[in-house]
């Protein structure tokens, strides 16, 4: 009966959590954040949220002799810099996330990525090294737009300096402008009860 009672919680926990990955709140925008306080606030509201975070910076010779690459956790891990970059798990102020995926990107030169959609709780990226790349953001209510140059026309243009954190919430696209050497890291985030819904969803 114990374990009935549990398995039953466990499904209705799931329908509840996945239910409001797609819950759209139709004004929402980027917003600026200073503290935590209005992180939290903006995050339980669906928005994209963005914060800078100073931290130590990164010793840019670890890059050296390293080719392009995108999205790469390979290069994430080899490098060590779980520990070195301005992140923080408390930031999402969530006890129920899990499955942190982190990733790291290289760019030599000017690059334009495609559109891609966040389905994961979040994803998450920051700027480590470079003058700046742009973000065009992409509200859920166009998800059946498929042309790439209406959905420019439909998005938010994000500047991403140094040290800036942009958290991007589920069912948001997202495109990438770089304009010069850039270094930035992603993360991808799910929660206990998203994680077998995303994990297929990234599948598809």
């Avoid at 200073?34 to 931290?55: A, C, D, G, H, R």
């Avoid at 499955?99 to 030599?108: A, D, H, Q, V």
Wanted: glycine fraction near 0%; include cysteine; aromatic fraction near 16%.
């Amino acid at each position: 009966m114990l374990f009935l009672i549990i398995i039953t919680s466990f499904i209705i926990l799931n329908l509840y959590f996945i239910f409001n990955l797609y819950l759209t709140n139709y004004n929402s925008s980027l917003q600026l954040t200073k503290n935590m306080l209005e992180l939290k606030i903006n995050l339980s509201k669906y928005n994209p949220v963005l914060i800078n975070i100073p931290t130590n910076p990164i010793d840019l010779d670890i890059f050296n002799n390293l080719d392009p690459f995108y999205k790469n956790n390979i290069q994430f891990d080899n490098l060590l810099l779980l520990n070195r970059i301005n992140f923080n798990n408390n930031l999402l102020n969530s006890n129920l996330l899990c499955n942190f995926k982190y990733s790291l990107s290289y760019y030599k030169e000017t690059s334009i990525k495609e559109f891609k959609e966040c389905k994961n709780n979040y994803h998450i990226i920051s700027c480590i090294t470079g003058k700046y790349f742009y973000i065009y953001l992409v509200h859920p209510k166009y998800k059946n737009i498929k042309d790439k140059e209406i959905l420019l026309t439909k998005s938010e243009r994000i500047l991403i300096k140094p040290y800036d954190i942009l958290i991007i919430p589920f069912g948001w696209k997202y495109l990438q402008e770089i304009n010069d050497k850039t270094i930035n890291y992603h993360i991808d985030v799910d929660n206990f009860f998203t994680f077998i819904h995303n994990t297929v969803l990234n599948k598809i």
